[in-house]
């Protein structure tokens, strides 16, 4: 276990932000992280849980705390019944190389959600979801520690309070847990879920005749690479926002001032809004502002052409998110982890 002090951290997040941790750790195994968050001179320390670096973004130069990267591995089949089976995954795995395994193996519902950047351990705290299919739909349980008493403890589906891209870990469980491992249960007999109706057409583009896990998991990737951009390449988090909720009325009266809305209806009288639409409709797409910008071919996402701060981002995003209010009506909420 090796304590690092002053470690840059801009290739430890997909936005490719230069920030500074005071102190840095990098912890392969639940035992070594208890050992270390039993040390006495870093118990009043501020604790950070670092996984893939996918869904935040650092909007100070230098970071106050101890930065803990989860690396934990290993991939294993718990147990399996007549329809499923269990698969567990250290926190630290990458989350496409698990999805991979698992479609290696037959081990379907997890196809939909192929090329997600991150790690496994944060896929749960922010119920990771596309093209149909959320992790809630697949998750069995989990195992976190808890750092006030360092013992681990089991979340089932119910204890992790699922909504969209929401889970009690961004709530109230909130850095107090560090999420060890996860278990998935998936199906032995696929059930393809092509509701998304750009999976169909691609899937009908390269010529896909008998449906498999394999090829609806090929066809995400081609949509995926199409829309959104690589952060190996160009650094961003993904969705920078979510997609809000409004009210029907609300729908309906957007709608007759703005009949192209793209809005998807929900069962509690409430209408998912497209806030790509809308950052779009505001002129965002596409522009840059020094090295901050928003990415042409997808509103939602935000991106880092370079060399640009956090804060230049997060100013970026308050910018987009006062004009989508000031002309819709409607606040966005972002959907990245503000540091
Ligand atoms: N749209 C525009 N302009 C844009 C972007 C989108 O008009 O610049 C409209 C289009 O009409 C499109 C609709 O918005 O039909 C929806 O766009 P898209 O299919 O790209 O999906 P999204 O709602 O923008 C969500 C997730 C993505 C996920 C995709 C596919 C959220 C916040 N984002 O995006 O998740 O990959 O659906 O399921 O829910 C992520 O969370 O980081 C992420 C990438």
């Not at 304590?3 to 195994?29: H, M, P, W």
């Not at 001179?41 to 849980?49: F, G, H, I, P, T």
């Not at 230098?62 to 995954?89: A, P």
């Not at 107090?176 to 032995?188: E, G, P």
Request: net charge neutral; charged share 25%; proline share 3%.
């Amino acid at each position: 276990m090796i304590i690092r002090e002053n470690q840059t951290l801009g290739k430890l997040n997909t936005f490719g932000i230069d920030a500074l941790a005071r102190y840095y750790v990098e912890l392969s195994s639940t035992e070594q992280m208890k050992e270390f968050l039993d040390l006495p001179e870093y118990r009043a320390v501020q604790k950070l849980v670092l996984g893939g670096g996918s869904n935040l973004l650092f909007t100070k130069p230098v970071l106050d705390c101890v930065v803990l990267k989860n690396n934990i591995l290993g991939i294993s089949k718990v147990k399996e019944d007549k329809d499923f089976v269990y698969i567990r995954s250290g926190a630290g795995e990458n989350w496409h190389h698990f999805v991979m395994h698992c479609i290696e193996n037959n081990y379907a519902g997890l196809e939909n959600l192929s090329l997600i950047p991150g790690n496994v351990g944060a896929g749960p705290m922010q119920n990771i979801g596309a093209y149909g299919v959320e992790l809630k739909d697949v998750f069995h349980e989990l195992e976190a520690l808890n750092l006030a008493d360092l013992k681990t403890e089991l979340f089932n589906s119910d204890d992790c309070r699922f909504g969209y891209r929401e889970s009690v870990f961004k709530k109230e469980a909130r850095n107090k847990y560090i999420i060890t491992a996860v278990t998935f249960r998936l199906n032995k007999t696929p059930r393809f879920n092509t509701s998304y109706g750009a999976i169909n057409q691609e899937l009908e583009a390269m010529g896909v005749k008998e449906l498999s896990i394999a090829a609806i998991s090929r066809a995400v990737c081609n949509i995926r690479r199409s829309k959104l951009p690589d952060p190996a390449i160009i650094g961003n988090a993904g969705s920078f926002f979510k997609n809000p909720e409004v009210e029907e009325q609300k729908f309906v009266a957007l709608q007759m001032q703005f009949p192209s809305i793209v809005g998807y209806p929900l069962e509690n009288k409430k209408v998912k809004l497209a806030a790509g639409w809308l950052i779009e409709q505001c002129g965002w797409k596409g522009k840059t502002f020094g090295d901050a910008g928003v990415h042409d071919k997808q509103a939602l996402v935000l991106v880092n052409h370079g060399k640009a701060t956090g804060k230049e981002i997060y100013d970026l995003s308050q910018r987009i998110l006062d004009s989508v209010k000031e002309k819709f009506g409607v606040e966005l909420e972002r959907e990245v982890n503000i540091i």
